[in-house]
């Protein structure tokens, strides 16, 4: 069982960055491929940016390209998202998840087993 716990969310200007951090307990984050989501207010849960266990592979969701950066260190059990000119559209609750495939190419919620409980993101223009 994997424990995932986000944070360093904030509120930020358009324009800003964050760095998100989810922190893994329960051992052997090496194993998983990792994911962020992100969910807006009434809006459903949708992918972000996402990582094989290996790290060799990344994926993101198109609106994010050039501007976020997905990356891992195994060794802190620690998954980041680098968040750079941030859009007011990317206000939402951000979430981590671990998938246990390692594959690094899911984008939909159900190809992913761990969630943590989330970090809110607020960027005002």
């Known amino acids: 069982q994997v424990q995932l716990v986000e944070s360093g969310g904030g509120s930020v200007q358009a324009g800003g960055s964050l760095r998100l951090s989810c922190a893994a307990s329960?051992?052997?984050?090496?194993?998983?491929?990792m994911g962020w989501f992100r969910q807006a207010p009434g809006q459903e849960r949708v992918f972000v940016a996402g990582?094989?266990?290996?790290?060799?592979?990344?994926n993101y969701e198109d609106s994010v390209k050039g501007r976020f950066t997905v990356s891992r260190d195994d060794a802190q059990s620690t998954v980041y998202l680098q968040m750079n000119s941030l859009k007011p559209e990317d206000t939402a609750l951000y979430y981590c998840?671990?998938?246990?495939?390692?594959w690094g190419t899911g984008r939909w919620t159900s190809d992913f087993d761990y969630w943590g409980q989330g970090t809110q993101v607020t960027v005002s223009s």
């Open positions: 329960g051992g052997g984050l090496s194993r998983f491929a």
């Open positions: 990582i094989s266990n290996s790290g060799d592979l990344t």
């Open positions: 998840a671990a998938d246990r495939t390692g």
